[in-house]
């Protein structure tokens, strides 16, 4: 099977720290013809692409506020002047408010929660799938970073959890669409992990069974989902368990187990975030 990485130019989002630093390294690695740095701090994201060019590979940043539609829509208009059509699109921005419902300011954890981590994977997917349709010479690929969070109801973060069901809902369908309409070529990969040790969930406990994972362990699953082209990736194993199990048990009995045996309503107590 023909590499999907190899000689593609590959689009990251949130990419200059984190797992976005991850995947730019990877596919620095993996010998992608370039690789273009969305972050909305550009000194980080520059700092990246200067090391990451030593490789040979063309490595640029940009400093584009994924928030904003228009803002997307002029930075791909950039990146197609400089390096072409995105062949790999890696939607990994994301923030997360860890406080109740109610305590949630409207603009800056609700509207802009959704904007970030739902709206601008679809802005930014809505600027590239033309291209991506049209060139049939390549296998294409689009990486969507959800969360287990959008797979299960957990207290002290409504808004984050909607905006990765919004995510798994909208991709999985996108996927489909896809399918359906015979463009085989692309494959869309949604991946949705437990907590991951990056800072943003700094203070959550991983619940029963679910360590905390590494970046590097959250990373290589989801790269090499993508690269197979797996509809979707989930991690650790207890998040598909979850799943079955709320599935199937009344609410009560989900609730009565989730809070005090596997600890999930628990697990953002402590929640601080990144400082």
Partial sequence: M??????????????ARGMGELYARRAVAANARAVALWDIDEDAATALATD????GVDVRAYRVDVSQREDIAAGIQRVRADLGSPDVV???AGIVRGTPFWEHDPQRDIELTMRINSLAAMWLTREVLPDMIADTSRPKRILNIAS??????????SVYAASKWAMIG????????L????HRHIAVTTFCPSYVSTGMFEGAR???????????????AAWDGMLRGTPMVLRPWTVKLSMALRGVLPTATWDFLARNVFKVYSSMDRFTGRR
């Fill in 179 to 182: 399918k359906a309409h015979g």
């Fill in 2 to 15: 023909e590499n999907p990485i190899t000689d593609a130019l590959v689009l990251i989002t949130g990419a």
């Fill in 90 to 92: 890696i939607n990994n």
């Fill in 52 to 55: 990451l060019s030593r490789s």
């Fill in 206 to 220: 991983g619940p029963l069974l679910t360590p905390i994972l590494t970046p590097r362990s959250a990373t290589a």
């Fill in 170 to 177: 909208w991709s999985e369908s996108v996927r489909l669409e």
């Fill in 148 to 157: 287990a969070a959008g797979t299960l109801a957990n207290p002290h973060m």
